[in-house]
């Protein structure tokens, strides 16, 4: 190997060691009432927003909860809107001018709030249609615009239909569109696309099944018209499709539902550009893991290519995420545990910038009342810190059946009713666990491990162990390639079937975790 390439390759890899680490920790927020959290993101300044409702404090029966913390989960501001009727913020997104764009909903009506960058409300509005259910996405567009997404029921009460809102960067309605089958087509959530259209995943009761349902995508132009609609399901199986994104080639979808096995679980289904099948996969978790029903976001991807699944274990007593590559094959399956006789719940989550993950939602464990808000941060390799364990699942492929389906189109009159909310502030912060992860030499309660050689070649030797740590390699995807329990103070790994590569060892001692960067040449 040239000399000078090994030199410049060596002296990149420590100075990745010593750059800033990533901060993991789990937190609740609430008060001594009930507090729910349904959706999370991370902010430009490198903090979280989060949002929900909240009955511990504001004027109403739930109120819409509003929380702005640091990069540490440490709170900075919140904010409750609310009135005397049940409250829920189901989605949010930060907007171009830094400030906050929020939907869900009001008595059962759907609302669209638009807020500065401290959470103060610059404009709101309601629509009310009959019967409606809530707004359950939102979205700025490419005009400074918004969109938003949700249900309504027109006529029947078991007749769910999506809806699509575009309005302008006052809230003033532009369009409306309604998608309904030839029985109820209930959405879940849409997102842009590149070409300024619109793509829309929900579900529908399947012909002549009767309640069961299947899973129904579609795809408009910039004006919320139709291009193609496609519905896939099992029969007599119940699929759901929540999250979607938009590839170079496609679209992937995720959701959950029945595989060809008969078992339900989680699944990935890409498709073409024109709505077709390129390949499907199946992950029914030894815990039975799920998806949430969270509207607003469920999927994302990742840095590497590949995918993160978010879902709630259906005990109920946690949150787990999947991480895949690009073709959906599992990198690595994490739960974040409560106990028995507690439950947990799922809100959302996404990679955050310093390439690990954020989740949100509801715990009754080890908070200030009775349910509250709950935030994870996750490094890169889906750790956090406490109250964690590792799944194991494997993925199936299969092809998802197409079926038949009539999509009916037709707009709806609006009405906009005034929106009159008390506001207030309120919340109390409970830390379960807080450590600082990868590549941070000022880790708190650090055990100061080492290794050598780096680079090394068919071994590599693990410094300063304690008896009884766990210690596990992962390759640069994630993927966990060895794992063993320190037995003396200092332990050798057998890396000779290894592949060249830059890998992770972590560390793990009663909680206390620390990783180094080494490579094999």
Not at 396 to 407: C, D, M, T
Request: aromatic share 14%; glycine share 12%; proline share 3%.
């Amino acid at each position: 190997m040239n000399f000078k390439f090994l030199s410049t390759f060596i002296l990149v890899l420590f100075s990745l060691n010593h750059s800033i680490g990533q901060v993991t920790f789990q937190k609740t927020y609430g008060g001594a009432n009930s507090d729910n959290a349904s959706i999370v993101q991370q902010t430009n300044d490198g903090g979280y927003i989060i949002g929900g409702f909240t009955k511990s404090y504001g004027a109403g029966n739930f109120d819409n909860y509003l929380i702005k913390t640091n990069e540490f989960g440490d709170t900075l501001w919140t904010r409750v809107m609310g009135d005397a009727f049940y409250n829920k913020i189901n989605c949010l997104k930060q907007t171009a001018d830094g400030g906050y764009v929020l939907t869900g909903f009001t008595d059962y009506d759907v609302f669209l709030i638009k807020t500065d960058f401290q959470g103060f409300v610059q404009w709101k509005k309601k629509f009310g249609f009959s019967q409606t259910n809530g707004g359950h996405s939102v979205f700025q567009t490419q005009d400074g615009g918004y969109s938003l997404t949700g249900l309504v029921f027109t006529g029947n009460p078991s007749n769910a239909h999506s809806f699509l809102i575009k309005t302008d960067a006052l809230g003033i309605t532009s369009w409306i569109k309604i998608y309904g089958g030839v029985l109820s087509n209930m959405g879940s959530s849409a997102i842009p696309t590149i070409d300024g259209g619109y793509f829309l995943t929900g579900c529908s009761p399947e012909l002549n099944v009767g309640s069961w349902n299947d899973f129904v995508i579609i795809k408009t132009d910039a004006s919320g018209d139709t291009l193609w609609t496609k519905k896939f399901g099992f029969p007599g199986g119940h699929e759901f499709a929540y999250g979607a994104i938009e590839l170079p080639d496609g679209y992937l979808i995720s959701g959950h539902g029945m595989n060809l096995s008969g078992n339900n679980g989680l699944f990935l289904m890409k498709i073409d550009l024109n709505g077709n099948q390129s390949w499907c996969k199946s992950y029914p978790g030894g815990n039975s893991p799920m998806t949430s029903a969270a509207p607003c976001v469920v999927l994302n991807k990742n840095t590497d290519g590949g995918f993160i699944i978010n879902s709630y274990i259906s005990s109920g007593h946690g949150m787990s995420i999947i991480r895949t590559d690009s073709s959906g094959n599992i990198l690595f399956v994490h739960n974040l545990e409560g106990i028995t006789g507690t439950t947990t719940y799922f809100g959302s989550g996404s990679p955050t910038l310093d390439g690990g993950y954020v989740l949100t939602g509801t715990t009754n464990w080890l908070g200030a009342g009775n349910y509250d808000m709950k935030l994870i941060k996750m490094d890169s390799l889906g750790f956090s810190g406490c109250y964690e364990s590792n799944l194991f699942d494997t993925a199936f492929s299969f092809v998802f059946p197409q079926n038949p389906y009539a999509l009916l189109v037709d707009t709806i009159a609006e009405l906009i009713t005034p929106l009159d909310y008390s506001y207030s502030s309120g919340g109390i912060v409970t830390t379960q666990c807080t450590t600082v992860g990868l590549n941070d030499d000022e880790n708190i309660n650090s055990v100061s491990i080492e290794s050598f050689p780096n680079p090394f070649t068919d071994e590599i030797t693990v410094q300063n162990t304690n008896i009884g740590a766990t210690i596990i390699l992962f390759d640069a995807t994630g993927r966990k390639v060895l794992e063993k329990i320190a037995t003396d103070v200092e332990i050798i790994l057998d890396t000779q079937k290894l592949n060249n590569g830059f890998y992770w060892i972590q560390y793990n001692f009663k909680g206390k975790i620390e990783s180094l960067k080494v490579v094999k040449l």
